[in-house]
């Protein structure tokens, strides 16, 4: 009797595996407002840069970063600089947490106590922000930071208003001449507790280079937390563009630390 042939046996199904479906996520944003009307010679305009996935996931509150322009710039340097486009790519890929950018608009060549731009900061400003956007209202989540002028600004209010800012960003900074006494006495009596953490960075051709290296030195002096960049490189917007991320980098691990 012949062998019986064997039944051939059917393939066993592959089931392919269920994706859930992703949640779609908005990318960085911007948005304006102004403040001071009734206070400076031209209103304090900002831009708000929010992160990606804000109008999404409406429950998260987020650390918020005041960045500061030069002189004779407005609040679009920064975002001429990349700020935007760098502060989306780190968070997107999770190099650094989501955080709330605010670009406030300086007209004035001005030192600090000759017009209301600081009151206009903390008084209008920054309540401003507060209520309009889901912030996480502290100093350990509320940095200021600046490069020239606006670095001058970002050692001036956080010196002053240690309450307020507990994380500063010194960039190629042209400190105040009118500030140069009274700063060190500001720096050494703000209590233990509420002395901020400072980064300070210059290229080592930037015209105001030993006046930088005067302040890391007071930092050093009065033992206040701090880094010290020293790079090549000029005063100029050559020098900031190519240092934007790692000024992100460091904020977001500020941030992240002090939460």
């Not at 890929?93 to 903390?122: C, M, T």
Request: with cysteine; aromatic share 12%; glycine share 6%.
């Amino acid at each position: 009797m012949p062998p019986a042939s064997a039944t051939p046996s059917s393939p066993t199904p592959t089931v392919s595996p269920t994706i859930a479906p992703q949640p779609v996520c908005s990318l960085a944003s911007l948005d304006s407002g102004a403040v001071g009307l009734d206070l400076l010679d031209k209103p304090m305009e900002y831009r708000v840069l929010l992160p990606p996935c804000y109008a999404e996931l409406t429950d998260q509150r987020y650390p918020v970063l005041y960045l500061l322009h030069g002189q004779n710039f407005t609040q679009e340097q920064w975002i001429d600089l990349g700020v935007a486009e760098n502060a989306g790519k780190l968070m997107l890929a999770g190099e650094i947490s989501p955080f709330i950018i605010v670009l406030p608009f300086d007209h004035s060549y001005k030192q600090p106590r000759e017009y209301r731009f600081e009151q206009v900061f903390i008084e209008q400003l920054i309540p401003e922000i507060d209520q309009n956007y889901r912030t996480l209202a502290g100093p350990g989540t509320r940095a200021i930071g600046g490069l020239s002028r606006g670095g001058a600004w970002a050692i001036y209010l956080a010196s002053r208003h240690p309450e307020l800012f507990g994380i500063v960003g010194a960039h190629s900074p042209a400190v105040f001449y009118s500030n140069t006494s009274a700063l060190p006495v500001r720096l050494r009596d703000i209590p233990p507790e509420q002395k901020p953490v400072f980064y300070v960075d210059a290229g080592d051709k930037d015209i105001d280079f030993q006046e930088i290296q005067k302040f890391t030195t007071l930092l050093n002096d009065l033992n206040i937390l701090h880094e010290w960049h020293y790079n090549l490189g000029f005063h100029d917007e050559k020098y900031w563009s190519a240092h934007v991320e790692e000024y992100l980098l460091w904020y977001g691990k500020q941030f992240s630390t002090s939460r």
